[in-house]
């Protein structure tokens, strides 16, 4: 079977495309290059460019690789840009999700994998967050991730498609520097970022009701995120009777401070730069922590890698883009 990665240039789906490439899959990609970089694709690995919004793109992608599976990644994924252009979110997250899933039908495909997101659950009041965790998402973003999943659901009760929606919690790092993200919208890069500027980073509220007073997250490696696609699409290949329909939470269940990750900035990078305690951000949740029993039981996958690889990774990744950072390491 062929799989069409949507989003394979960016960030997470380019991570996706290699372990596919890795566990022996055959994989075509579509993307339109908003935020993906071409260079991120093996030469081998063919590319559709186009949006998940053209259906004739779209078509075309199935038709031209003989698709018989969709690993559904692209998407808009900042929450801030999300409330300022609530318009644009609802229509590249789920038109362009609509999109796929009708073209995907339509041509006989029946498995179906959608990167949902954390975001579902808004401000959650659990110490860990299972799946049965009621969703209350607080932004444009984490909205269109949850209609996202009842429109996946749906479909695939219609259509006789096997699917599955992973919700990733917070992902870091890279498998190799080509790979790694780009910008700089995630605690690990901003906090880089402020370095390579001879800035200390910054702590968003440190009186919240945690141990150290900072947010609590669940950082998960984004190669561990890749193998949970794996793992997600070899069940779904497994399954042709169109049974499987699947929410599951990509994280480690293990909560991780800022305080603790930036300590793990200042030893990677060798600044030494004490972070700056600045206001809360609005709408951040003091503490946001997976249960990951679920998809080992589903999928029998766990997350291999910690924060120190997380951030050494990103960090490998960061310098390949900012050269200038590695100098005052
Ligand atoms: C992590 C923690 C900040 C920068 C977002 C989305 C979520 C998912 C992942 C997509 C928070 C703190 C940050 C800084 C800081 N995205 N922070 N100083 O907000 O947990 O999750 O990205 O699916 O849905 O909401 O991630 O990396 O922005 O922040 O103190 O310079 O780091 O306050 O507590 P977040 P983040």
């Known amino acids: 079977m062929t799989w069409l990665i949507t989003g394979g240039a960016g960030y997470i789906g380019g991570h996706v495309v290699r372990a596919m490439r890795e566990a022996g899959l055959r994989v075509a990609v579509l993307d339109d290059l908003s935020t993906g970089d071409a260079e991120r694709l093996p030469a081998d690995v063919p590319l559709v460019e ?142 880089f970022e402020r370095l390579t500027a001879g800035a200390a980073p910054r702590v968003f509220g440190d009186d919240y009701p945690t141990p150290d007073g900072t947010c609590i997250r669940d950082y998960i490696h984004v190669s561990d995120v890749a193998s949970a696609h794996v793992a997600a699409a070899e069940r779904l290949a497994a399954d042709p009777a169109g049974e499987t329909s699947l929410v599951l939470n990509i994280g480690r269940g293990e909560g991780v401070s800022v305080r603790e990750v930036l300590a793990v900035v200042g030893r990677v990078t060798g600044y030494d730069l004490a972070p700056e305690v600045t206001a809360r951000r609005p709408g951040d949740p003091a503490r946001v922590v997976a249960s990951a029993d679920l998809i080992r039981k589903e999928l029998g996958w766990t997350a291999r890698h910690g924060v120190a690889e997380m951030v050494a990774s990103a960090w490998e990744g960061w310098c390949l883009r900012h050269p200038e950072a590695r100098r005052r390491g």
Not at 72 to 90: D, I, L, M, N, T
Not at 144 to 159: I, P
Request: aromatic fraction near 8%.
């Open 50 to 191: 186009g949006s998940t919004l053209d259906r004739a793109a779209v078509d075309r992608a199935l038709r031209e690789h003989a698709v018989t599976g969709v690993l559904h990644v692209a998407a808009k994924k900042q929450v801030g840009e999300s409330v300022e252009q609530p318009f644009r979110y609802y229509r590249e997250n789920l038109q362009g999700l609509q999109t796929v899933l009708e073209a995907a039908a339509d041509a006989g495909v029946r498995r179906f994998l959608f990167s949902s997101s954390a975001a579902v659950y808004g401000m959650p009041d659990v110490d860990l967050v299972t799946e049965a965790t009621p969703c209350a998402p607080m932004s444009p973003y984490g909205e269109t991730k949850l209609a996202g999943e009842w429109l996946v659901k749906a479909a695939g009760a219609a259509y006789g498609i096997s699917t599955v929606a992973l919700r990733y919690f917070n992902v870091a790092g890279a498998a190799s520097p080509e790979l790694s993200d780009g910008g700089a919208f995630n605690l690990v890069p901003m906090a």
